[in-house]
């Protein structure tokens, strides 16, 4: 990595994503002087494992507290990381590129489209790196898909699916499941708050799909709040070379096995990527070819964090999470007009 030129930085939020990215800064020994604007009361650590570990956050990462977002102007950050609830991230990022911060926001990059072109006007005029945490976009076998896409050795694409389940339940280890997806007040659900899947076949066929079909459903054993999707499956058409291709969403938050996946199928071939064990298998001709690289999910959040601070040190406006992340949320907001959450048992 070329010579640092990063020397403060400020977090929005600490839960487990923010202490993610503390750890992997703190990895890199950048020697940085680290602030922490705090809204809340709690202040515990979490570790790797999502466990809630009683020791001083402050201590043990070595933090300044702001108490007022106005100080921030004179201490004038380097970067800003936003990694508070997605309600709020627009409100910090507009704040914190008006004061010149590069800008480290968690995925979604916000819960709506409002105000999304006046930050965007802000970072243009003032030249600003901006990345979006949409880790899974540096997979390997990911950019190994696109790239396959891309020599167009399987011929057209048909169709494809992508099917994410997990039980919310088992995720973490502190506070209550719930809070994952947010509330409806500030407009969660699992479209934003778990919308990697979406992101990356967004961003393989780098284009915004038509929703032409949305069913988003809340079952009432899953007790999150009423009007919050808990499931969604979703039907997005793209035109590819004037064609219309149809890809089917699952996500599922409360399923017992557990799956992350993909499969588009061409007509001269198949290909299936599988994020849970790291295999991409191409069949092609009654051949199948595997790929399996050695790769730990924490890789990816470290290839995502070098990349934010490579481009804020050679001075790159260009990120491929910034663009996708604006693509990624106008389909949410199509997805949410198409539907209204049915409730379920």
Known sequence: ?????????????????????????????????????????????????????????FKKYNLILIKNLNNLKLIKPDAAFICNPSSSHMKFA???????????????????????????????????????????????????????????????????????????????KYGHYSDLLVTKKNKGGMLLEQSHDLSLIIWLLDEKPDVIFSSRFRHKHIKFERGTEDSVFLGLLFNINNTKKLITVSLSSFNCEKEKKLKLIFNRGKIKLNFLDNTLIIEKNNKKKIYKPIINRNNLFLFELKNFLKNINTKNTKNLTLKNSILTLHTIDEAKKHSKVCETE
């Open 1 to 57: 990595m070329q010579k640092n030129k990063i020397k403060k930085i400020v977090f929005f939020g600490l839960g487990s994503a923010g202490q993610k990215h503390l750890r992997n800064l703190q990895k890199l020994d950048l020697n940085l002087k680290v602030y922490y604007y705090k809204e809340t009361k709690k202040n515990f650590l979490i570790n790797q494992k999502l466990e809630k570990i009683n020791l001083d956050i």
């Open 94 to 172: 507009i704040f914190c590129a008006k004061i010149g911060c590069h800008l480290f926001i968690e995925k979604p990059i916000s819960n709506k489209l409002k105000n999304l072109k006046i930050f965007l006007n802000i970072i243009k005029k003032k030249k600003l790196v901006v990345s979006v945490g949409y880790q899974f976009l540096f997979h390997p076998l990911l950019n190994k898909l696109k790239k396959i896409i891309s020599s167009n050795k399987f011929g057209n694409l048909l169709r494809g699916e992508v099917v994410m389940n997990e039980d919310v339940k088992k995720y973490r």
